[in-house]
């Protein structure tokens, strides 16, 4: 079933504290351009004027999808004019006027596009008290979090996270480089997985990257096992290109995985 916006949607709840409330509209950004000219018409015969040039006329040029409204910013995603929702006045009457059937030679021909912004806000903007967190979401996944991990002798173990930033939204990833490396101590290697590049849809992102026992198992004398076992600590540091010409990169940690190499 289609649903109707009702400026509330799509709020959902913060995966991380239940009494935060999240809307990635909150960082969806209108943005419209305009500029002086003549509506579109399909120019069927060629002779380079608009014939029957009426919306409601099916044999004619200008249809429905040519017939311009007067640019305005549609907030809250409905489709229509709002009375707080700003607009150009290109005829000066004072109101806000919508579409009128007819093919306008001279008028403002606009477009609206929406930009969704992602990364961490400013720390003025980090406010850590319920409801307004806004720190990124990391979150453990696999291994499964609160217990010691265990990395057999020259073995590797995947480490997998959710990543999302404080609204809920994907972190851009536009560099075939992104991802996660080092940030560990102890005897361990953190090594990040192959992943193609990611834009800003759906929700979140699933991140990974490897744990590997660090001896060579060609040394002689072969190292290890390690009795006792050899602790070890991993907060791989991670890093997502929002735009590689501007180089605006967000950098953020994975969850702190601790644990013993045998």
């Known amino acids: 079933n289609k649903q109707v916006p009702d400026g509330n949607e799509p709020n959902r709840p913060d995966p991380i504290h239940p009494v935060v409330t999240l809307n990635p509209r909150d960082n969806l950004v209108a943005m419209i351009a305009v500029t002086t000219g003549e509506e579109g018409y399909d120019d069927l015969n060629n002779n380079g004027l608009c014939d029957a040039c009426e919306a409601t006329n099916p044999s004619g040029e200008f249809k429905p999808k040519h017939d311009l409204t007067e640019p305005f910013v549609d ?51 980090r406010l850590d008290i319920p409801p307004t967190y806004r720190f990124p979401v990391v979150r453990q996944i696999a291994p499964a979090p609160g217990n010691p991990v265990e ?12 990543l999302s930033d404080p609204w809920f939204n994907r972190i851009a990833q536009n560099s075939n ?60 540091s991670c890093k997502y290109t929002a735009s590689q010409e501007g180089g605006h990169v967000v950098l953020v940690s994975s969850p702190l995985i601790e644990g013993v190499v045998h």
């Not at 004019?81 to 059937?101: C, I, L």
């Not at 002798?153 to 997998?160: A, D, G, R, Y």
């Not at 090594?191 to 040394?219: C, N, W």
Request: proline share 10%; net charge negative; aromatic share 12%.
């Open 177 to 236: 480089s992104d991802g996660c490396s080092g940030g560990n101590i102890g005897p361990i290697i953190v090594e990040p997985l192959p992943k193609g590049v990611a834009f800003t849809y759906s929700s979140f992102s699933i991140e990974s990257f490897a744990m590997r026992d660090q001896h060579d198992p060609a040394a002689v004398p072969q190292p290890g096992p390690y009795v006792p076992p050899i602790e070890f600590k991993v907060a791989a």
């Open 75 to 125: 907030n809250n995603d409905d489709g229509t004019w709002q009375p707080h929702e700003r607009f150009v006045d290109a005829n000066g009457n004072g109101q806000w006027d919508g579409k009128n059937g007819k093919h306008d030679a001279a008028t403002l021909i606009w477009v609206q596009e929406r930009l969704l912004w992602t990364g961490w806000p400013h720390p003025l903007d």
């Open 151 to 162: 990395v057999l002798h020259f073995k590797s173990l995947e480490v997998v996270f959710l």
